[in-house]
């Protein structure tokens, strides 16, 4: 959260309000690094938000995967997580309907409902609304629909629509992509459009006020935003002088609007007292000139306006010079509330106003004390998933399987290789790789690499545990070889005769859930952490590792039970659990566990306990780092092994840590994190950080580093980014 700082008194010192918007000093959190701040960032989930609206103690977000519904204590339950959810609308009770490509979804106090809606004509759905009389609408590219006796009819001509919102008086505003309409409660459509005084054509969002069709609007062209007022009779347009930030939205809470960039809210109001800057009026429409016409409900068709036009988050247009005096009602701006950042939507019900931020959730305000809410499915259960690329760049895999890479100052989602599951990501000789399942074929594994144009190369594909392999390509027909191209599928040949595809066979070994580690070496052989399914166990177990690579046809195994007449020639055993795995050292692949560190190289198994100098003999996990030292976080503090001994002479204050993870950074230095906090080693001098320092919490689960130099930070409630050291100025010189 930002820190600010008073500033309105000083203002009212003055005696009159300034002329451009001065906003309050502020600084990011920061972490005291001896070779220079780093800023954190906080970071809760990787949900991509569309819509999100509350009601009856809910709140309702509709993602690209499935819908989210939070309970008054902030709980999250995710419904139909494969689906996308473009829309949702939410009654004051807590009734909703959601829109996904499948069709509406209809909920009950965060359950879905006996009934449903009627099905939706073809096209988008971009927003739905249910209005306090309990009507429902909606609105996307078939123009502004509701349903009518129980079948949806539209209202007004065909165009493109983006949102909707309800005015007082049973009306409601459509923001279209080429302009907005108002839709009284006895159908009488008017329209507002660019030539008919609205300052651009894009609508982005639309607060009603006052009076019938009174309304404040925030509608943008190309390359600016402008702040719009309708007073029922004509537009005016309105700017900010000296206003840099990006404009996101209007919302209305407890009778103020407000205006959103991507890191504050700014109160519009009449002017009272010195304590806001006048908006600068820039252009007027003519009285009286929207066009207006009573709708005949037609029967809804899709309109052939096709998607609507783009449009990402510009600045407010620019005061231009020598401007006329306009008359124009006076409005004054001042800042509201920082924001954690960046916000990308806002929606407002009622009195509330939700503000979905880039993983950080939804900040919900209005009604009591404001309160995010977030499906934190960046906090692992286990470890981060963290990897760069070959530019630096970090990615990482949650424990839902999304793909998220580190992009313009927020973790985005991207596509999986079609058709996977993603589990674990690694570093690797040609830049960043994923392991994956396959949902239709059990036990197959597949390794992706990330290549330049955001495409996802197959490196390599087996099928584990005897499982189906990769099926063969059709052969083409050719009668002088005696093939039929008449001929039905064989059922014998293990194939369903009425859906011409192969039945996935059900494994006669164990059957995989998961691999949830990676490591690639420099020649592209792949070892993956296996999970499979347990009797005993719903979340499965953990069963070794398995080798494999592209050049060869064979996979071994290592596990507890590991027998080289089934395992392969190469098979060690090792224990079936593990908690970390580095494969790093030219030759040799470490392993963290329960029964000290394991080393698999040279044809041999090694562990290393207390009888070989692991103090503790529990080992949480394994680094591979410079000056040929092999960390090792130990029950009682960490060490490392280096010519042929181990070596656990540290500070006190390093052996109280107990620090359960660990990694290097591009520098060389070794980062130790725990119950207890942070540790770094420089060479041979450590380092602790904590509160004092800046750390927000001394609560740590994990730590990575990424090839830029900046670490990440795993809490039990969320993950922190802490950018790479910025060097202080002197030290620039």
């Known amino acids: ?38 800023e954190i ?22 993602t690209e995967r499935g819908l989210l519904i939070f309970d008054a204590d902030g709980n999250a339950t995710r419904l ?47 927003d739905l609304l249910l209005k306090a009389d309990g009507t429902l609408w909606a609105c996307g590219a078939q123009g502004v629909l509701t349903v009518r006796e129980g079948a949806w009819v539209r209202i007004g001509e065909p165009a493109y629509c983006t949102s909707l919102f309800e005015a007082p008086g049973g009306g409601l505003w459509a923001a279209l992509d080429r302009g907005a309409l108002f839709i009284d409660a006895q159908d009488v459509v008017r329209e507002h459009r660019e030539s008919r005084g609205l300052p651009a054509g894009f609508v982005r969002s639309v607060v009603p006020v006052g009076g019938e069709g009174e309304a404040y609007a925030l509608v943008q062209s190309p390359s600016d935003a402008y702040l719009a007022h309708f007073d029922g009779t004509r537009w005016f347009s309105y700017t900010i002088n000296g206003f840099e930030r990006k404009a996101v939205g209007l919302a209305r809470r407890a009778g103020d609007i407000l205006l959103f960039s991507e890191d504050y809210a700014f109160r519009i109001s009449d002017p009272v007292g010195a304590g806001g800057v006048r908006l600068t009026p820039l252009q007027r429409g003519d009285r009286d000139q929207v066009l207006g016409y009573r709708a005949e409900p037609t029967e809804p068709a899709p309109a052939e306006t096709g998607e609507p036009t783009e449009r990402s988050f510009v600045r407010l247009a620019p005061v231009p010079p020598n401007h006329p005096t306009i008359d124009a009602p006076a409005l004054v701006v001042e800042p509201a509330d920082a924001l954690a950042g960046p916000a990308y939507l806002v929606k407002s019900n009622g009195n509330q106003v939700l503000v979905a931020m880039r993983n950080q959730g939804i900040l919900v305000s209005g009604e009591g004390e404001p309160r995010m809410v977030s499906s934190r499915n960046l906090v692992a259960s286990r470890d981060l998933q963290i990897a760069g690329d070959e530019r630096g760049i970090a990615w990482l895999v949650t424990d839902d399987g999304t793909v998220g890479v580190w992009q313009d100052g927020a973790l985005r989602a991207v596509a999986a290789p079609e058709g996977t599951r993603p589990w674990s990501v690694s570093p690797g000789p040609r830049g960043v790789y994923l392991a994956s ?44 070889a005696g093939v039929d191209p008449e001929a039905g599928v064989d059922p014998e040949a293990g194939a369903d005769p009425e859906a011409g595809a192969a039945v996935p066979a059900t494994p006669a070994g164990p059957q995989l859930l998961g691999v949830p580690m990676l490591g690639v070496t420099d020649d592209e052989t792949i070892w993956v952490a296996l999970r499979v399914v347990a009797d005993t166990e719903s979340g499965g177990r953990m069963r070794g590792v398995a080798v494999f690579s592209a050049s060869t ?30 494969v790093n050292e030219d030759g040799m692949v470490w392993f963290a566990s329960l029964v000290g560190a394991i080393r698999i190289g040279n044809h041999q198994s090694v562990y290393f306990g207390e009888d070989r100098g692991v103090r503790g003999e529990v080992v949480s996990d394994v680094l591979v780092g410079g000056r040929g030292r092999v960390w090792v976080a130990a029950a009682e503090g960490p060490g490392y092994r280096q010519q042929q001994s181990f070596e656990f002479r540290m500070p006190q204050f390093v052996k109280d840590a107990k620090p359960l993870r660990l990694a290097l950074d591009p520098q060389g230095r070794v980062w130790a994190a725990g119950p207890n906090g942070l540790l770094v080693a420089d060479g041979d001098q450590w380092t602790a950080f904590g509160e004092a320092e800046g750390l927000p919490s001394s609560q ?29 100025a002197a030290a620039q010189r």
């Open 1 to 38: 959260m930002k820190r600010t700082l008073t500033w309105l008194g000083a203002l009212l010192a003055l005696g009159c309000a300034p002329k451009t918007l001065q906003m309050p000093p502020s600084t990011p959190d920061t972490l005291s690094d001896p070779r220079g701040p780093r």
């Open 41 to 62: 960032t906080t970071l809760l989930d990787l949900d991509v938000i569309n819509d999100a609206e509350a009601g009856g103690g809910f709140v309702y977000a509709a």
């Open 80 to 126: 139909m997580e494969t689906d996308r959810f473009s829309a949702v609308a939410v009654s004051a009770d807590g009734s909703a309907v959601a829109a996904s490509p499948t069709g509406l979804l209809a909920l009950r106090g965060g359950n879905p409902a006996e009934h449903t809606p009627p099905a939706l004509p073809a096209g988008d759905v971009s």
């Open 437 to 480: 399942t396959v949902a239709d074929r059990p036990n197959v594994v597949q390794v992706h690499r990330r290549m330049p144009g955001d495409q996802w190369l197959l490196v390599v594909e087996k099928a584990l545990f005897g499982g189906a392999p990769a099926p063969a390509e059709a052969p083409v027909a050719d009668p002088e």
């Open 553 to 582: 046809d064979g996979v071994t195994y290592h596990h507890q039970g590991s027998d080289r007449s089934v395992d392969g020639e190469e098979s060690h055993r090792m224990p079936d659990d593990f908690e970390a795995m580095d």
């Open 700 to 728: 740590l689960i994990d730590v990575e580093a990424d090839p830029n130099g900046n670490l990440w930070l795993l809490t039990p409630e969320r993950v922190f980014r802490l950018s790479r050291p910025e060097a202080p």
